[in-house]
């Protein structure tokens, strides 16, 4: 089983949809939560870091559930440029290492 | 540009070559990390610098690969008699020694590697 699971899609939605994605860990230790967004042949860039009380940034709200060991992203009135990968994020207990899930692809249609 | 810097951008080689890349990261930076990314999959840890320090290496990492960061700023990873296995994007990340939560690890455009 893989420390990090998401699935992997592609969810193919309208302009203006709200989607969401979900993500599951399996290190009960871990300590901190991102989702990184990774366009095609590009590399990831931080798009948020998820806190336990949830934080909200624009249209994206990401959801922390340590006792579920799982991690939700909600994107609100999708945009075209939202089309990319997700990657959902835990930085583990034993050192500074991130451990990538296999990323969730999104595709907005006009 | 003071992002991270990645050369080469790509790299196609025969099996049983050795190649080298190199990473610059931004500059006040203290830690440097290696990732290896395939197709359809989230990028891999495989080992990461403070300063010159090599704290962490993953068991990804065979004896075939080696990583320096001499004096703590550019690193570079070796991967001799490279095999058709070693295909992949290899990304460096930087980040500022800060709380997990804080420390946002900031990556380079990665080198693609293909093994013929």
């Known amino acids: 089983r893989k420390e990090v699971e998401q699935d992997p899609g592609p969810f193919n939605v309208p302009e203006g949809a709200t989607v969401a994605f979900n993500c599951t860990y399996s290190?009960?230790?871990?300590?901190?939560f991102f989702w990184y967004r990774q366009d095609c042949r590009k590399e990831p860039k931080l798009l948020m870091s998820v806190y336990s009380s949830g934080n909200e940034d624009g249209r994206f709200t990401a959801q922390l559930n340590r006792a579920s060991q799982y991690i939700s992203l909600l994107i609100r009135d999708s945009k075209l440029s939202d089309s990319a990968t997700y990657l959902c994020?835990?930085?583990?207990?034993?050192?500074?290492?991130?451990?990538f899930g296999g990323g969730t692809r999104l595709m907005v249609k006009p | 540009d003071t992002g991270v810097s990645q050369n080469p951008r790509h790299k196609i080689t025969k099996r049983g070559q050795n190649v080298t890349f190199r990473c610059d990261p931004i500059s006040e930076h203290n830690r440097l990390y290696w990732y290896r990314q395939t197709l359809g999959q989230g990028p891999e840890f495989l080992t990461y610098?403070?300063?010159?320090?090599?704290?962490?290496k993953s068991r990804l990492l065979s004896d075939r690969f080696s990583a320096e960061r001499p004096k703590g700023s550019f690193s570079t990873l070796e991967i001799q008699r490279t095999e058709q296995g070693d295909s992949a994007m290899y990304l460096c990340a930087s980040s500022h020694r800060g709380l997990p939560a804080q420390e946002t690890q900031y990556f380079g455009p990665g080198t693609r590697l293909l093994v013929l």
């Open positions: 994020v835990v930085n583990s207990n034993a050192g500074n290492m991130l451990t």
């Open positions: 610098f403070q300063n010159e320090a090599q704290l962490e």
């Open positions: 290190n009960s230790a871990s300590q901190s």
